[in-house]
């Protein structure tokens, strides 16, 4: 079975400083996609980054980028410079090559609330 | 604008009503997927489509009842709903239903409460 914990409900942040959003996973897959996805208080669902299992290098996208260690099965977010529209629910995900094929697990969540 | 088009936005039915929720995309992506969510919690998959054929069903209620006419649409079709339904409901897809690697894309939602 697969699982993704994330371990902050909530984080707060000051605007413009850096924030890392924790998420530790579980699998006996092989190969297997770490995802995150940001979701507004409007609701919709938005793909930010994903890392492979098997990626030397650590995934990044603009202000956005994901801290892998897979000895340590981590893949925390980190948000660099962040803004007022960044305050969302985050969700680490992620999808193997054999289990639950089709299926994405995710983790509960960590409400971000950037501060003015 | 998202890629994922959710049609309605809000809908608001009664639980003897029959209504359908409506989800297109047009980025030739052969999966689709429905998701149920409630307020603070992760989504909850319902639905896998892929390449038009149903691949998931996660035991589903019969009152919910989905269906894929071609490879860019998605609808869910409501009957009798409880109140208990009232949630989020998200349509999404990715280029096939088991790459491990391929994102999900998401559409804006339907906000459906059960009266």
């Known amino acids: 079975a697969q699982k993704i914990t994330q371990t902050q409900p909530g984080m707060f942040v000051q605007e413009k400083e850096a924030v890392t959003l924790d998420c530790t996973y579980d699998?006996?897959?092989?190969?297997?996609?770490l995802f995150w996805y940001k979701q507004p208080s409007s609701g919709e669902m938005i793909f930010l980054i994903y890392?492979?299992?098997?990626?030397?290098q650590n995934a990044t996208e603009g202000r956005y980028s994901l801290n892998f260690q897979k000895a340590r099965k981590s893949a925390n977010l980190v948000i660099s410079a962040s803004q007022l529209g960044d305050s969302a629910m985050y969700f680490c995900?992620?999808?193997?090559?054999?289990?639950?094929?089709?299926?994405?697990?995710f983790g509960d969540g960590t409400t971000l609330t950037v501060k003015p | 604008d998202t890629e994922v088009t959710q049609t309605p936005k809000h809908l608001v039915m009664g639980m003897t009503n029959k209504k359908s929720l409506k989800c297109e995309q047009h980025?030739?992506?052969?999966?689709m997927y429905w998701y149920k969510q409630k307020a603070k919690k992760p989504p909850e998959l319902m639905f896998v489509?892929?390449?038009?054929?149903?691949?998931i069903n996660e035991s589903v209620p019969s009152r919910f009842s989905p269906e894929c006419p071609n490879s860019s649409l998605l609808n869910l079709h409501l009957h009798a709903l409880q109140p208990e339904d009232s949630a989020l409901y998200l349509c999404?897809?990715?280029?096939?239903?088991?790459?491990?690697?391929?994102?999900?894309?998401f559409g804006d939602g339907t906000r459906l409460s059960i009266l």
């Open positions: 999404a897809s990715s280029q096939t239903g088991t790459g491990e690697n391929q994102p999900q894309h």
């Open positions: 699998t006996s897959d092989p190969s297997y996609g």
């Open positions: 890392q492979g299992s098997y990626d030397q």
């Open positions: 995900a992620m999808r193997g090559i054999n289990t639950n094929a089709g299926k994405s697990t």
């Open positions: 980025m030739g992506h052969r999966a």
């Open positions: 489509y892929s390449y038009e054929k149903l691949s």
